[in-house]
Nanobody
Framework: QVQLVESGGGLVQSGGSLRLSCAAS????????MGWYRQVPGKERELVAT???????NAADSVKGRFTISRNDAKNTVSLQMNGLKPEDTAVYYC???????????WGRGAQVTVSS
């Protein structure tokens, strides 16, 4: 298991930018997929973006062209650069680490992102 701690959340106006960071307690080199998810109270947690061990990225259609995920294995961190933020992006953002063998699925506590109009 790896412990994850998010940082960089906050309040920003529509059209602004924020950069979220996720610090892992150990090496993420062997973790298959790192990702960011978000959740609004009363709604199901949804995928924002993922990045695999080999660097392949994927993002939800709602954030493509605006959000970019990256990982820094040397520093054991994964980041989410969020540009052109919209009020619809307001949510708690969670960092996730997933590995198949041996099994592991870890979550951070979450970071609040609020986008005002």
């Amino acid at each position: 298991q790896v412990q994850l701690v998010e940082s960089g959340g906050g309040l920003v106006q529509s059209g602004g930018s924020l950069r979220l960071s996720c610090a892992a307690s150990g090496s993420i080199f062997s973790i298959d997929v790192m990702g960011w998810y978000r959740q609004v109270p009363g709604k199901e947690r949804e995928l924002v973006a993922t990045i695999t061990k080999d660097g392949t990225t994927n993002a939800a259609d709602s954030v493509k062209g605006r959000f970019t995920i990256s990982r820094n294995d040397a520093k054991n961190t994964v980041s989410l650069q969020m540009n052109g933020l919209k009020p619809e992006d307001t949510a708690v953002y969670y960092c996730n680490a997933r590995k198949a063998y041996p099994w592991m699925n870890s979550w951070g506590r979450g970071a609040q992102v609020t986008v005002s109009s």
